[in-house]
Nanobody, 131 residues
Framework: QVQLVETGGGSVQAGGSLRLSCTAS????????MGWFRQVPGKEREEVAG???????SYAELVKGRFTISKDNAKNILHLQMNSLEPDDTAMYYC?????????????????????????WGQGTQVTVSS
């Protein structure tokens, strides 16, 4: 069982920056795909960014050019650098990981739960952006 712990959330004004971190208890075949997702109460979970074992990244259109996902393999830590934050970025942010032999599923499919119970999820960290 992989444990994921997110940190770095908080409250900032529009235009500000935050850096989220996700520490994984393991860095093995169980975490070949890792990603960030977010959810607002009453709305569906949506994808933010993902990274594969070879370092390739993908982003939701809404965050492209503003957010950067990265992974420190030596420390088993996933990061999300968020710049130029907007009030619409306010949400609970979740880190997720799954181990697959091939390419990761597209982020939208992952957000809709296509990995089922094969994916590990953190408890989330709140990000609040005020105007």
């Amino acid at each position: 069982q992989v444990q994921l712990v997110e940190t770095g959330g908080g409250s900032v004004q529009a235009g500000g920056s935050l850096r989220l971190s996700c520490t994984a208890s393991e860095h093995t075949y169980k975490t070949t795909c890792m990603g960030w997702f977010r959810q607002v109460p009453g709305k569906e979970r949506e994808e933010v960014a993902g990274i594969e074992a070879d370092g390739s990244t993908s982003y939701a259109e809404l965050v492209k050019g503003r957010f950067t996902i990265s992974k420190d393999n030596a420390k088993n830590i996933l990061h999300l650098q968020m710049n130029s934050l907007e009030p619409d970025d306010t949400a609970m942010y979740y880190c997720a990981a799954v181990g697959v032999a091939g390419p990761c599923l597209p982020l939208p499919m992952w957000a809709r739960g296509m990995y089922g119970n094969k994916a590990y999820w953190g408890q989330g960290t709140q990000v609040t952006v005020s105007s």
